[in-house]
């Protein structure tokens, strides 16, 4: 085995061999994902406890899932851990932090950012080809796994405790993103009457649909398996199909510094409700086809909110690079939803 370190109980539970080659793979910042080459290959990864701290429910609802799109949609690939020599899942090491190992889906690969039309609706359409599969399943069985994730009502009110403890320092820092968060307070409003009337649909969504969370096949560029399903679970489309918007409608990433350089490309936000709605519409009330342009709005909001909070109570949550990293986040979420904003 090289440099990389796995604990012995997890190397011998999942029966890897001191010879096999384990190298670190993914963009991902949550857990540490490795390929482990040792005859076959396979991925390797060590659960984040401190982020997912219910990592039996993750096993579980994925269980739930697998179980029913066995038996409803055989030739449907979803992507299911594979159990240790006692038939377990998830393995434990020594320091508390579950492990597990999944198959290596060969001839597929992720990317970072969306580069044409043609890919945003294969991302859409994959995401979307994954709830509606689980349409019918009993949604009462699953648990969240991250409570009120997507929550925009408790997201605001995270936000304004925050500021109300934040340092006078942090808040001069922050005084023209506070400003624009709390002129998107209607938002929240526009969030709490959409689920109070009951226009959705409660159903099992991914909730974290970025585009590397597709793998895509080499040779078609064709949606080929979502990956990443630790917030499988309970949820609304809107959260699916804003997090798609949010991630996907602009050439630069929430990370970008110059917020000249974010825009809203009309190609990519049509191709990316054409994908979602290719497979979902025929499941779709009126009323959720008409909440469909607030979910990019909702979503990119959420995550303005929750960087922007996460930076005056001193950058507890998001890794960070640089001081102000959280608050450049916050700048580029809400100049992101400025733009949506002004599409509708």
């Given at each position: 085995?090289?440099?990389?370190?796995?604990?012995?109980?997890?190397?011998?539970?999942?029966?890897?061999?001191e010879?096999?080659?384990?190298?670190?793979?993914?963009?991902?910042?949550?857990?540490?994902t490795?390929?482990?080459?040792?005859?076959?290959?396979?991925?390797?990864?060590?659960?984040?406890?401190?982020?997912?701290t219910?990592?039996?429910?993750?096993?579980?609802?994925?269980?739930?899932?697998?179980?029913?799109?066995?038996?409803?949609?055989?030739?449907?690939?979803f992507?299911?851990?594979l159990?240790d020599?006692?038939?377990?899942?998830?393995?434990y090491?020594?320091?508390?932090?579950?492990?597990?190992?999944?198959?290596l889906?060969?001839?597929?690969?992720?990317?970072?950012?969306?580069?044409?039309?043609?890919?945003?609706?294969e991302?859409?359409?994959?995401?979307g080809?994954?709830?509606?599969?689980?349409?019918?399943?009993?949604?009462?069985?699953?648990?969240?796994?991250?409570?009120?994730?997507?929550?925009l009502?408790?997201?605001?009110?995270?936000?304004?405790m925050e500021?109300?403890h934040?340092?006078?320092?942090v808040?001069?820092?922050?005084?023209?993103?506070?400003?624009?968060?709390?002129?998107?307070?209607?938002?929240?409003q526009?969030y709490?009457?959409?689920?109070?009337?009951?226009?959705?649909?409660?159903r099992?969504?991914?909730?974290?649909?970025?585009?590397?969370?597709?793998l895509?096949?080499?040779?078609?560029?064709?949606?080929a398996?979502?990956?990443?399903?630790?917030?499988?679970?309970?949820?609304?489309?809107?959260?699916?199909?804003?997090d798609?918007?949010?991630?996907?409608?602009?050439?630069?990433?929430?990370?970008?510094?110059d917020?000249?350089?974010?825009?809203?490309?009309?190609?990519?936000?049509?191709?990316?409700?054409?994908?979602?709605?290719?497979?979902m519409k025929?499941?779709m009330?009126?009323g959720?086809?008409?909440?469909?342009?607030?979910?990019?709005?909702m979503?990119?909001?959420?995550?303005?909110?929750?960087?922007?909070?996460?930076f005056?109570?001193?950058?507890?949550y998001?890794?960070?690079?640089?001081?102000?990293?959280?608050?450049?986040?916050?700048?580029n979420?809400l100049?992101?939803?400025?733009?949506?904003?002004?599409?509708?």
């Open positions: 085995m090289n440099s990389v370190v796995i604990p012995a109980l997890v190397t011998n539970s999942f029966s890897i061999s010879k096999a080659t384990v190298s670190p793979i993914g963009s991902g910042h949550i857990h540490q490795f390929l482990v080459e040792d005859g076959q290959k396979f991925v390797l990864q060590r659960i984040n406890k401190n982020v997912f219910k990592p039996e429910v993750i096993a579980r609802n994925n269980r739930l899932a697998a179980d029913y799109l066995a038996n409803h949609h055989p030739h449907y690939l992507l299911t851990a159990r020599k006692q038939g377990h899942e998830l393995v090491a020594e320091d508390g932090f579950p492990w597990r190992v999944y198959p889906i060969e001839n597929t690969l992720t990317v970072d950012f969306v580069t044409s039309a043609e890919q945003a609706f991302a859409a359409k994959g995401f080809l994954l709830t509606r599969n689980l349409h019918g399943i009993d949604s009462s069985k699953f648990e969240p796994t991250l409570d009120r994730f997507h929550d009502h408790w997201r605001y009110e995270q936000f304004e500021l109300a934040a340092r006078p320092s808040i001069s820092q922050a005084q023209e993103e506070i400003k624009l968060a709390k002129q998107f307070q209607p938002l929240v526009e709490n009457k959409l689920i109070r009337s009951g226009a959705l649909t409660l099992i969504t991914h909730n974290d649909t970025k585009i590397n969370n597709i895509f096949d080499k040779l078609t560029g064709k949606a398996c979502v990956i990443d399903l630790d917030t499988l679970m309970p949820g609304y489309f809107i959260y699916d199909l804003g798609l918007v949010r991630t996907c409608v602009s050439p630069v990433s929430e990370e970008e510094q917020i000249t350089r974010i825009a809203f490309r009309k190609e990519i936000y049509n191709a990316l409700l054409e994908g979602y709605l290719s497979q025929d499941n009330s009126d959720e086809l008409a909440a469909a342009p607030f979910a990019g709005k979503m990119t909001y959420i995550m303005a909110l929750r960087f922007l909070a996460d005056l109570r001193g950058n507890t998001y890794t960070i690079y640089y001081p102000e990293q959280n608050l450049v986040r916050a700048r979420q100049q992101l939803l400025k733009l949506l904003n002004e599409q509708s």
